[in-house]
T-cell receptor, first 114, second 114 residues
Framework: ETGVTQTPRHLVMGMTNKKSLKCEQHLGHNAMYWYKQSAKKPLELMFV???????ENNSVPSRFSPECPNSSHLFLHLHTLQPEDSALYLC?????????????FGPGTRLTVL | TQLLEQSPQFLSIQEGENLTVYCNSSSVFSSLQWYRQEPGEGPVLLVTVVTGGEVKKLKRLTFQFGDARKDSSLHITAAQPGDTGLYLCAGARIKAGNNRKLIWGLGTSLGVNP
């Protein structure tokens, strides 16, 4: 029933590979988010886009490169990753980034870096 | 560093038992949200509490926001196997420009055995 989809659901890649994660929201929202969820750590906000403009980058390494071509689509381009980047990557959307808006999450992409 | 501490970290109970999980912080939040995350899925919002002392009920789940808006509890009555999952709390702080920052806890992993 979620209005946020993510592909692929699982991804295994080597440290020299280049891959992309895709997120699409069907809720008519204007804000989209990338989160990283690792074991024994709280959810880490990586990037925020509002009306296609990046409004937040929480000191994320440059090997992660986001792209937001429109308000419905969000990509995370990956290159030269490290094993410690293995995690569940979650996409979320909300009406806007202002206070009180509910964030709706996708199912996530389980990434393993060998 | 703003932290949200959730306790217990793990909880395994029998069907029909009652339980309470906690979310505590030394910081004041404008609102607090509870999510449930099932294996292989993203977090799903259960409730948002806004007013200090507020109590909200969702079927067998009762949520309370502390008077000082620094802590919250989730009580489940007569737990069922379908309640199994990771329960996450997230406190909201309003930043400049009315944008919201969510502070996430580590979660309580609940298992309900039939």
């Amino acid at each position: 029933e979620t209005g946020v989809t993510q592909t692929p659901r699982h991804l295994v890649m080597g440290m020299t590979n280049k891959k992309s994660l895709k997120c699409e929201q069907h809720l008519g929202h204007n804000a989209m988010y990338w989160y990283k969820q690792s074991a024994k750590k709280p959810l880490e906000l990586m990037f925020v886009y509002n009306f296609k403009e990046q409004t937040e980058n929480n000191s994320v390494p440059s090997r992660f490169s986001p792209e937001c071509p429109n308000s419905s689509h969000l990509f995370l381009h990956l290159h030269t990753l490290q094993p410690e980047d293995s995690a569940l990557y979650l996409c979320a959307s909300s009406q806007q980034t202002s206070g009180g808006d509910t964030q709706y999450f996708g199912p996530g992409t389980r990434l393993t870096v060998l | 560093t703003q932290l949200l501490e959730q306790s217990p970290q793990f909880l395994s109970i029998q069907e029909g038992e009652n339980l309470t999980v906690y979310c505590n912080s030394s910081s004041v939040f404008s609102s607090l949200q509870w999510y449930r995350q099932e294996p292989g899925e993203g977090p799903v919002l259960l409730v948002t509490v806004v007013t200090g002392g507020e109590v909200k009920k969702l079927k067998r789940l009762t949520f309370q926001f502390g008077d000082a808006r620094k802590d919250s509890s989730l009580h489940i009555t007569a737990a069922q196997p379908g309640d199994t999952g990771l329960y996450l709390c997230a406190g909201a702080r309003i930043k400049a420009g009315n944008n919201r920052k969510l502070i996430w806890g580590l979660g309580t992993s609940l298992g309900v055995n039939p």
